[in-house]
């Protein structure tokens, strides 16, 4: 018996991206990108759905022509559901809703946070797959989670952030430095030419598994102010070291707390996942965790930040176990595990 093949659809941000799944084997990914946002330091809302209208069926065409089948050979149709921005999440389900009526085949409606933790069983996302039990850190713009995954379908989360996520600070503290957006990945090039014990920052407490990054974002702004008022050009002038002194404090904030939540639970298996995740510091010092005798997994860099794929192994899961959608559900900008 074949596999299914099933099309995967995500938009819940400022990426329209399509991709086609045959078992766990991706046959296609296409991800366009909107830059239009980047002069306005940050996404917006509406110009996000108007170019999801404009990319997406190019996008699905470019998806089904790359993986070398017919619209009628799909199975299924799998779209993010929530969480995300409302009118990019509606262009996508509004299309995954019609294409599987006009081909009568079964709606899969998706989490987008546990897709990117599912990126992890795409075949070639790593050189092996999780096992269950593992602790995942999921790092993104939007949203920083520590996730112990027992099984495909029991998902908890047992710490989240209180206020401000990882990606969200590192835009907001990039954008005071004078970066483009995104920042993270400037401050991730930047931070390879300079010291990150250069300056300290401190780190807010928060108790348990949970996060908060609103209060360093607050004290990098509150030192950079006082060092500009002695030195107008402190900035320029130690950008580098500032950059690897913010990313130092970031990932050292994220890991903390999912190493504490490992030894807890006597966990041995840690994976990372979410767009930050793409953080060269972020990997490297997860991957030190190895010589502690833990195993750690860490998907590709295509399979971190939005993309379809991993709508679609999601999908390929939901559809073996027979969990499809309805043509009548609603996306929802909140959405939780």
Do not use: W
Not at 11 to 40: E, F, M, P, R, W
Not at 214 to 238: A, D, R, Y
């Amino acid at each position: 018996m074949k596999s299914p093949i099933i099309l995967g659809i995500e938009s819940s941000c400022d990426d329209t991206s399509a991709a086609v799944i045959q078992g766990s084997t991706i046959l296609s990914n296409v991800i366009a990108s909107q830059k239009v946002h980047q002069k306005y330091g940050g996404v917006v809302p509406e110009l996000a759905s108007r170019a999801h209208q404009q990319n997406i069926v190019p996008v699905i065409q470019t998806a089904i022509s790359e993986a070398k089948i017919r619209q009628k050979d799909l199975d299924a149709i799998a779209y993010t559901i929530g969480p995300g921005l409302l009118g990019s999440l509606l262009v996508g389900s509004s299309f995954a809703k019609s294409l599987a009526i006009a081909l009568d085949v079964p709606l899969i409606e998706v989490n987008h946070m546990q897709a990117h933790i599912f990126a992890h069983f795409i075949k070639d996302a790593n050189d092996e797959a999780p096992e269950f039990p593992f602790l995942c850190l999921t790092v993104s713009g939007g949203h920083t989670q520590v996730v112990l995954l027992k099984s495909y379908t029991d998902l908890e989360v047992i710490g989240e952030t209180r206020d401000d996520a990882a990606g969200e600070a590192f835009d907001k503290i990039g954008k005071i430095m004078g970066l483009k957006y995104p920042a993270g990945p400037e401050i991730d090039r930047l931070a390879k030419e300079g010291n990150p014990n250069a300056f300290k920052f401190t780190k807010p407490k928060v108790d348990g598994y949970d996060y908060s990054f609103s209060g360093l974002k607050t004290g990098v702004m509150n030192f950079l102010n006082q060092q500009q008022q002695k030195n107008p050009n402190f900035i320029q002038e130690n950008l580098n070291d500032l950059c690897a002194s913010v990313q130092h404090t970031i990932t050292d904030m994220c890991l903390e707390k999912l190493y504490l939540a490992a030894e807890d639970l006597g966990i041995k298996s840690l994976a990372l996942a979410g767009g930050v995740s793409a953080n060269s510091e972020l990997r490297h010092k997860l991957n030190l965790k190895t010589e502690e005798g833990y195993k750690v997994f860490i998907p590709k860099f295509e399979y971190t930040t939005d993309n379809a794929a991993m709508i679609a192994i999601v999908g390929k899961i939901k559809y073996e176990n027979e969990q499809f959608g309805e043509l009548t559900s609603k996306s929802q900008a909140r959405f939780k595990l």
